[in-house]
């Protein structure tokens, strides 16, 4: 069974207490519980609730008696399952209705355990009445969890699920473009966003097949090419830039955003592919040199000066961020990087390139250790 797919046991429950009996359960045995991995855990709720073949006040049910608030915005369940449940037109009883009621009607809910029922009711009054107080509409959640469940589908390859998220209106551009970046890194985006864990067994063209699919929902195809070529290029993704150059991607007119992307995610392969299939090296004003030397990586600035990158045309920008450039996200060092700052510079100064005085300026009130960068490369240069 799909890990996606861990509610299934549960479309067979007619009642919240069966459900309860075997939610946490299941959960654990796909680990998905929130303990496990919370952007699993949410990957869990989105495909239970967007997914699962059970009544709708029934769904919205499990997930307030079950579902863990500090892992999920439940807002999502409220906005997607509201109209449904409001629909029911179930009365609130008379203890509570004067303060509950203008938010809609109760929950039809059927539990042994009346404490669970008043705990489930009393979220669901709790959330509605977070629509008045944020300004939002239940609409509003309603259109943000199909683009979020757009986004799960996408990264894991599940083209019943980009095809359940489409036909409810979500949109790929929506959040960034969150759902197009995701099959763009294809087998190269190796985890799950904030995690550890390891997406399934996919390959690039289960990716493609998705982003295939999306353009025949309606993508335009310009736009998923603007966005897909700099995530590939990032990842050091050549297969996927095959691909995306088959959908024709033109380089030369959109292949800068992709080349600053390879060349600041140290992407060598990446860097190497769009250069010889006619990226401009010299676009957007030199940012790929730029974003090089921000990555502090020597071999990578001299890919781009061997391609014919003018070191010059971006001194100012280059030395700055020599001086400042703290890329955590590429180096397992978790010092101030002081050391890899300062042979950056040493290198750039060996090159002809000086800081001028507002570099200097600007760099110490950016970075308190930029004195230091600019000691050891001085010495390093001599």
Same mark, same amino acid.
């Given at each position: 069974?799909?890990?996606?797919?861990?509610?299934?046991?549960?479309?067979?429950?007619?009642?919240?207490?069966?459900?309860?009996?075997?939610?946490?359960?299941?959960?654990?045995?796909?680990?998905?519980?929130?303990?496990?991995?919370?952007?699993?855990?949410?990957?869990?709720?989105?495909?239970?609730?967007?997914?699962?073949?059970?009544?709708?006040?029934?769904?919205?049910?499990?997930?307030?008696?079950?579902?863990?608030?500090?892992?999920?915005?439940?807002?999502?369940?409220?906005?997607?399952?509201?109209?449904?449940?409001?629909?029911?037109?179930?009365?609130?009883?008379?203890?509570? *209705? @004067? #303060? $509950?009621?203008?938010? &809609?009607?109760?929950?039809? %809910?059927?539990? =042994?355990?009346?404490? +669970?029922? /008043?705990?489930?009711?009393?979220?669901?009054?709790?959330?509605?009445?977070?629509?008045?107080?944020?300004?939002?509409?239940?609409?509003?959640?309603?259109?943000?969890?199909?683009?979020?469940?757009?986004?799960?589908?996408?990264?894991?390859?599940?083209?019943?699920?980009?095809?359940?998220?489409?036909?409810?209106?979500?949109?790929?551009?929506?959040?960034?473009?969150?759902?197009?970046?995701?099959?763009?890194?294809?087998?190269?985006?190796?985890?799950?966003?904030?995690?550890?864990?390891?997406?399934?067994?996919?390959?690039?063209?289960?990716?493609?097949?998705?982003?295939?699919?999306?353009?025949?929902?309606?993508?335009?195809?310009?736009?998923?090419?603007?966005?897909?070529?700099?995530? *590939? @290029? #990032? $990842?050091?993704?050549? &297969?996927?830039?095959?691909? %995306?150059?088959? =959908?024709?991607?033109? +380089?030369? /007119?959109?292949?800068?955003?992709?080349?600053?992307?390879?060349?600041?995610?140290?992407?060598?392969?990446?860097?190497?592919?769009?250069?010889?299939?006619?990226?401009?090296?010299?676009?957007?004003?030199?940012?790929?040199?730029?974003?090089?030397?921000?990555?502090?990586?020597?071999?990578?600035?001299?890919?781009?000066?061997?391609?014919?990158?003018?070191?010059?045309?971006?001194?100012?920008?280059?030395?700055?961020?020599?001086?400042?450039?703290?890329?955590?996200?590429?180096?397992?060092?978790?010092?101030?990087?002081?050391?890899?700052?300062?042979?950056?510079?040493?290198?750039?100064?060996?090159?002809?390139?000086?800081?001028?005085?507002?570099?200097?300026?600007?760099?110490?009130?950016?970075?308190?250790?930029?004195?230091?960068?600019?000691?050891?490369?001085?010495?390093?240069?001599?």
């Amino acid at each position: 069974m799909s890990d996606l797919r861990w509610y299934l046991p549960l479309e067979r429950c007619d009642t919240l207490d069966d459900i309860r009996g075997q939610w946490h359960a299941l959960l654990e045995q796909s680990q998905m519980a929130p303990w496990h991995n919370a952007p699993r855990y949410q990957d869990a709720m989105l495909s239970f609730l967007g997914a699962a073949r059970l009544a709708p006040a029934l769904k919205l049910a499990a997930v307030l008696a079950c579902g863990s608030a500090f892992d999920v915005d439940f807002r999502l369940a409220v906005g997607l399952l509201k109209e449904e449940i409001d629909e029911l037109e179930v009365a609130w009883p008379e203890a509570v *209705a @004067a #303060a $509950v009621s203008d938010n &809609g009607p109760a929950l039809p %809910l059927a539990t =042994q355990d009346p404490w +669970l029922g /008043a705990f489930v009711a009393g979220r669901l009054a709790g959330l509605r009445e977070t629509f008045g107080h944020d300004g939002t509409r239940a609409e509003h959640w309603r259109a943000a969890f199909w683009n979020r469940y757009l986004e799960m589908a996408c990264r894991h390859a599940d083209s019943e699920g980009v095809a359940l998220a489409l036909g409810h209106g979500a949109d790929p551009c929506a959040d960034a473009h969150a759902a197009i970046l995701t099959p763009a890194r294809g087998v190269h985006g190796y985890f799950l966003p904030e995690s550890g864990h390891l997406t399934p067994e996919r390959s690039n063209a289960d990716y493609q097949g998705i982003l295939l699919q999306l353009l025949a929902g309606g993508l335009a195809r310009a736009e998923m090419l603007s966005a897909a070529l700099p995530a *590939a @290029a #990032a $990842v050091d993704n050549t &297969g996927m830039l095959d691909f %995306l150059l088959a =959908q024709e991607a033109d +380089l030369r /007119a959109d292949g800068a955003p992709a080349l600053a992307a390879a060349a600041g995610s140290m992407a060598t392969a990446a860097l190497a592919w769009l250069l010889a299939h006619g990226a401009d090296v010299h676009a957007d004003d030199g940012a790929a040199l730029v974003a090089a030397v921000g990555s502090l990586d020597q071999a990578t600035v001299e890919m781009l000066l061997a391609a014919g990158a003018d070191l010059q045309a971006v001194a100012s920008r280059a030395v700055r961020s020599a001086l400042v450039s703290r890329p955590y996200e590429l180096y397992s060092d978790e010092s101030d990087l002081v050391d890899q700052r300062a042979e950056m510079l040493a290198f750039l100064l060996r090159q002809g390139l000086r800081p001028g005085d507002a570099d200097i300026a600007y760099a110490l009130e950016q970075d308190r250790d930029a004195g230091r960068v600019l000691d050891a490369a001085a010495a390093s240069a001599a």
